[in-house]
């Protein structure tokens, strides 16, 4: 089933619904008041999910504060994430996803020695999930890419993105798909599944920034460069709750892959996403990937004045950057935004006093692989090639896809490549995500460099010493022939054995495949839209350690809770003191292979929490500790005697309880032991949301001070939650706290449920409420 030619796509299922959303836009403007609007509020504000009902009666829509409810349109997922985001969604019992769903396999790919032998022992070792994720994308309609496939970004962008569409992947680097002009947003599975459910999804209005691009990329100047130097300016925490909206000429004369690029590290400083407006090289690349509808449908939405800014559009800052004036970046180590311009990179080397070698290169992944990318690195490989030169350092390329390897393999970019001694990996993550069984240099300080997207420690080949700098494919290339960090390809030259000197002429790559893109093996390419195949059997093995199904958690209001529509009395497990992410609270690391069981990944519940009484580190105390048990425990182990004994709980905690991402683990584990409230001096909004997805009530300190009057042992009731269920307004809960000594008082606490969310609260969780509207 290999094909060279390009592949035309059915494009029915990935046509964005222009005339509705610009309806609604429509609706929008005369709600705001018809001020001009940047290109990202339009695909947001088009595709919210009820517009009166957000911004009717006058209320005011400040970015960075109102919080939108939206419907996203298509959701892709990775196979590590996807493992729990389908278990919740089958969990609702709905017979297929809302919208359209992709799920790819390419995270559990490890780089070994080759791709195919790579291939086959990951898919063997990862057997259960694969099979898992395969069965329950045929029962539910989902199109589902099979390990070998490609990377989900690269895959994203080739076959769903496009312009104007508003999307979700349950990976930080989705907004890869903003290449092509939409908005993609990397989320936790718990978002995805409302987007899977039909359940509107909620984002903060983020603020917008104008990045201003004149002039034009030259010589070795890529769109990597652009955004390495951003990150330096920005700081990995500069996009935070922000959208990077680029516009300017520049913008026009840089192809659709390389905006992806720019897209994609955008989430290395930590932007909501990033996007641009619609251009004549997006819509080559539309057709160049057989997407020829979606591009008329694009240039009628564009004629309409969708897709791009209105004039005199309000950022919230705007940056200039004259990309005539960009050199080469290389950023780097540990950190993507410590930026350092290629001519000044050797003597930084020399300043820190590190070894001046480089002991790999590393190039491709979701972030760098475009046809534009290889066929630039071909060029410097066949100019060495022709002075008798190899790479003097392992290199090893990683296509995004199996249209990108094919296409590179006719073209004879493999070949060149391999002649001068790189090593193609699988179309997989691979070294990117740190599947990388590198034998050499274990424990050693060493300095590789890559044109991937993160350099935190450890990332790459899981040795803290191994220091990871981020360039321009081209840059990554040029210094394997070197083998040292201070050779700056633009000036300096390599001897020759012969005894001559060799450099490098300027790198030049061709944006798109004159005969057109090779698709290769055409039964990786899933229909689109499949329909669900509802008798299929989900594959959970029973004794299986990686996956579990997950059991609808009970409603806190049913039969054996004599309080009605209150909680239950809540015995309080402990208080946690000071900072507490998501990461404290469900550890990633080696916990990560138990994504999809959470009675495993439970077992890591909090214990690197500290508790405030005593101030130890995973340590909980059980003052109804039965004879044969101890009195002190770990913080799972506290919980699971909580659970065994089916006693509720609850949970005080500090501020911004929750922070760090959107993993919904942290809201599920603690609720699989029983917890169904959290009284915190502050939460992290989507956290917070979490919990209420899964039917555990947050409610806010009004005194912070009463944090401390709380703690393991004491028994807390709610006293108002009936009223609320009642549909009275109240934004206090009142809760009497009972203290071990027998002594009682009440403690005034805030809530922030919403209607729907009180469904939630009191059906047990978001999806069992979901369920019980499917069977009335
Ligand atoms: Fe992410 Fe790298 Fe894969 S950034 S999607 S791990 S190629």
Redesign the pocket.
């Known amino acids: 089933a290999t094909h060279t030619t390009v592949m035309e796509k059915d494009c029915s299922s990935i046509t964005p619904p222009y005339s509705l959303l610009l309806e609604k836009l429509d609706r929008v403007r005369e709600l705001l008041g018809n001020r001009p609007l940047t290109l990202a509020e339009k695909i947001l504000y088009s595709h919210l999910h009820d517009p009166e009902r957000s911004l009717g009666d006058g209320k005011k829509l400040v970015r960075g504060e109102t919080y939108l409810q939206l419907s996203p349109e298509r959701v892709a997922m990775?196979d590590a994430s996807a493992q729990m985001a389908l278990l919740q969604f089958m969990s609702a019992g709905l017979p297929r996803c809302a919208v359209p769903t992709s799920i790819h396999c390419?995270?559990l790919i490890q780089a070994n020695v080759g791709a195919e032998p790579d291939l086959r022992h990951s898919i063997e070792s990862n057997k259960e999930v694969f099979d898992f994720l395969e069965s329950a994308s045929r029962k539910y309609g989902i199109e589902f890419w099979r390990p070998g496939s490609g990377?989900?970004?690269q895959i994203v962008l080739e076959n769903y993105a496009a312009p104007g569409l508003l999307m979700l992947g349950t990976?930080?680097?989705t907004p890869n798909a903003g290449g092509l002009g939409l908005l993609a947003i990397g989320v936790g599975g718990a978002d995805a599944v409302d987007a899977m459910t039909g359940t509107p999804w909620e984002l903060k209005a983020p603020q917008i920034v104008g990045i201003h691009l004149t002039g034009q990329l030259n010589g070795w100047a890529t769109p990597k460069d652009l955004i390495l130097h951003l990150a330096g300016k920005l700081t990995v925490k500069g996009g935070t709750g922000r959208i990077l909206e680029y516009f300017g000429p520049g913008v026009f004369n840089q192809s659709c892959t390389g905006l992806a690029t720019v897209s994609?590290m955008g989430a290395e400083v930590g932007a909501t996403t990033s996007t641009f407006p619609y251009t004549p090289n997006m819509r080559a690349y539309l057709h160049a990937t057989g997407r020829a509808p979606v591009a008329h449908a694009a240039d009628e939405a564009a004629a309409k004045g969708f897709l791009r800014a209105d004039e005199g559009a309000e950022y919230d800052e705007v940056i200039e950057i004259n990309l005539s004036e960009l050199e080469p970046t290389v950023n780097g180590p540990f950190t993507p935004d410590l930026a350092t311009p290629l001519s000044r990179f050797g003597s930084f080397v020399k300043e820190q006093g590190w070894k001046d070698e480089l002991s790999a290169a590393l190039i491709g992944?979701?972030?760098n692989s475009s046809y534009e990318d290889m066929t630039s690195v071909a060029d410097l490989a066949r100019q060495a090639k022709s002075a008798g030169l190899k790479t003097k350092v392992p290199f090893l390329c990683?296509p995004?896809s199996e249209q990108i390897r094919a296409t590179m393999e006719r073209d004879q970019v493999t070949d060149v490549l391999q002649d001068v001694g790189a090593t193609v990996l699988a179309n997989?993550?691979?070294p990117?995500?740190g599947q990388w069984k590198r034998e050499d240099k274990k424990g050693e300080e060493n300095a590789i460099l890559t044109s991937?997207?993160?350099n935190f420690k450890s990332r790459n080949d899981g040795n803290r010493l191994t220091m990871n700098f981020l360039a321009s494919p081209t840059v990554v290339t040029a210094m394997s022939f070197s083998g040292k960090l201070s050779f700056n390809p633009m000036t300096d030259s390599i001897p020759l054995p012969s005894g001559g000197e060799f450099r490098f002429s300027p790198p030049s790559g061709q944006d798109l495949p004159s005969a057109g893109f090779a698709p290769g093996d055409t039964s990786f390419y899933p229909k689109p839209m499949p329909e669900p195949v509802p008798e299929t059997e989900v594959i959970i093995r029973p004794d299986s350690q990686r996956l579990e199904y997950l059991q609808p958690f009970p409603s806190h209001f049913g039969e054996g809770n004599p309080r009605g529509l209150e909680l239950p009395s809540l015995k309080v497990l402990m208080r946690v003191r000071g900072k507490c992410t998501t990461d404290h609270i469900s550890a990633a690391g080696p916990w990560l292979k138990y994504k999809g069981h959470l009675t495993n990944i439970s077992e890591n519940l909090l214990i690197t929490a500290v508790n405030d009484e005593g101030g130890e580190v995973n340590i909980a105390f059980d003052h109804d500790h039965d004879p044969s048990q101890s009195e002190i425990d770990t913080i799972p182990g506290v919980a699971k005697r909580f659970k065994a004994r089916k006693q509720p709980w609850a949970l005080v905690v500090d501020e911004n309880y929750g922070e760090g991402s959107a993993r919904e683990h942290a809201a599920l584990q603690p609720r699989f032991y029983g917890c169904a409230a959290i009284i915190a001096r502050s939460f992290a909004r989507i956290h917070e949301t979490n919990l209420k997805k899964q039917g555990v009530l947050p409610l806010w300190f009004v005194n912070k001070a009463d944090y401390s009057k709380i703690g393991a042992g004491d028994v807390v009731e709610t006293l108002d939650l009936a009223d609320l269920f009642q549909g009275v307004q109240r934004e206090t809960v009142t809760i009497k706290v009972t203290k071990r000594n027998g002594e009682t008082y009440m403690i005034p606490t805030r809530h922030t449920m919403s209607a729907d969310q009180l469904r939630w609260l009191r059906a047990g969780s978001a999806l069992n409420y979901i369920r019980s509207q499917i069977k009335s």
């Open positions: 990775q390419d995270h990377i989900i970004h990976d930080s680097h994609n992944s979701c972030t990683t995004g997989a993550c691979g990117c995500i991937f997207n993160r």
